[in-house]
């Protein structure tokens, strides 16, 4: 069994516990009022705009003989690179005002991830956080897609409402190939130990941040 196999067996209960989180669950199928989408939106942008900031410090901490490693990680922050405002644009299309959005306080679920994602980067093994990019990618191919179809035709919203979505739905899908392809060519069981570790945690606190928000379904008409 390859690493990647693996990673996904031991993890598999995590990740079942996640998909069965009620507002996951009704994002899938489009039964979301715009305040919780917009709440998700908001969340998303207070942990994405730590993206490139932890891929450059995951790269900076790792050894020289992991230095195929960095060279892959440079690639991942060419792609996430800004992001976040692509978060911001897309609350702006819905109505909401964006830069309140960034200034705001994330809510504590999500500052707990973010700063559990720094401390094992500078604490722990800093390849424990491909950990977090298995939750946070797999995740998204999963349901991203889907749910921004079902959410857009709910809501009767725009298109350019959905640009995250949308962008990560399809964007993960090689994501994952290139992330499966790095993950087998880690050869150290404490490597390895270290994101099976980081994503049972990351599965747990992702939810997390899914079970703090606002769970209102969309209102139907009579």
């Known amino acids: 069994m390859s690493f990647y196999d693996e990673l996904l067996a031991a993890t598999e209960e995590e990740r079942n516990d996640l998909l069965s989180i009620p507002f996951i669950q009704m994002g899938a199928v489009g039964q979301l009022s715009l305040e919780s989408y917009e709440a998700f939106l908001g969340q998303a942008y207070h942990h994405v705009k730590h993206t490139v900031p932890l891929l450059m410090a995951t790269g900076g901490r790792l050894p020289e003989e992991k ?3 960095r060279e892959a990680i440079g690639e991942y922050i060419e792609e996430e690179m800004g992001h976040q405002e ?3 644009n897309d609350i702006e299309a819905c109505g909401g005002d964006k830069e309140a959005v960034r200034h705001a306080t994330p809510s504590a679920a999500t500052e707990l991830m973010v700063a559990y994602a720094y401390d094992t980067i500078q604490r722990c093994n800093p390849v424990g956080f491909f950990g977090m990019v ?3 990618e797999g995740t998204s191919v999963s349901l991203a897609t889907q749910a ?3 959410i857009r ?3 009767d919203l725009p298109k350019k409402a959905f640009s995250y979505l ?3 739905g399809s964007l993960d899908v090689g994501h994952v190939d290139f992330y499966e392809k790095l993950m087998n060519r880690l ?3 404490e490597d390895k130990q270290a994101v099976i570790h980081g994503a049972r945690m990351f599965y747990k606190l992702y939810g997390d941040i899914f079970r703090s928000l606002p769970l209102i379904a969309i209102k139907q008409e009579s």
């Open 86 to 88: 692509w978060i911001l």
């Open 67 to 69: 230095e195929w490693l």
């Open 134 to 136: 298995l939750v946070l």
């Open 166 to 168: 949308t962008s990560h």
């Open 153 to 155: 035709q709910a809501l």
């Open 148 to 150: 921004a179809d079902h």
């Open 187 to 189: 050869e150290k069981d």
